[in-house]
């Protein structure tokens, strides 16, 4: 008898909790590509700080070196026009990113992501594939680094989603 009422009054209080929506969560998508031997693949990275103002962005990428020996990092529409936009690479596998503002005007939330089909990207990351890489095969796209800073210059945490390349066959197919 003791059990069953404490089992009614757990359900009770369950049952008359208030229902709370989750926060959004800032997040960082580093999306997917295909493309064949030789060819040049783009790879959208989105990030959204849920609302957080920000401040600056770094972002570096790893991936394998010999089947991707080159690349670039393109600002895209989720990087506000008014801050700096910087990228570097140290060698083959290595790909970094970097935006920022030192005026507090400019420090906005970064939106960046897909809504009935259409996609914003952060930046995209332009990778030159090798003319010998194994095709039929999916290589990671990774983050390395990731450094988001608030307005406060605090950091942001975000989850985070890695993404991959597919590379085909020469003729397209696999």
Do not use: E, K
């Not at 529409?77 to 990228?87: A, E, I, N």
């Not at 005007?105 to 930046?123: E, H, I, K, W």
């Not at 594939?129 to 608030?150: E, F, K, M, N």
């Amino acid at each position: 008898m003791l059990i069953a009422l404490a089992s009614l009054l757990l359900a009770l209080s369950i049952a008359l909790t208030p229902w709370q929506p989750q926060a959004p969560t800032p997040t960082l998508v580093v999306g997917s590509g295909i493309g064949p031997p030789g060819g040049t693949v783009s790879v959208p990275v989105r990030l959204d700080t849920a609302g957080i103002a920000a401040r600056s962005y770094q972002v570096n990428l790893a991936y394998d070196g010999s089947t991707f020996p080159q690349g670039l990092a393109l600002r895209a529409g989720g990087t506000p026009d008014s801050w700096s936009f910087h990228q570097h690479s140290s060698g083959p596998g290595d790909l970094r990113a970097l935006a920022f503002s030192f005026n507090p005007a400019d420090f906005q939330p970064l939106v960046a992501g897909c809504n009935n089909g259409r996609c914003q990207s952060t930046y995209v990351a332009q990778l030159s594939i090798a003319p010998d890489a194994v095709a039929c095969q999916s290589y990671p796209v990774t983050v390395a680094l990731l450094d988001v800073r608030d307005a406060s210059n605090q950091l942001i945490p975000m989850s985070m989603t890695h993404g991959a390349v597919w590379v085909t066959a020469p003729n397209g197919g696999c």
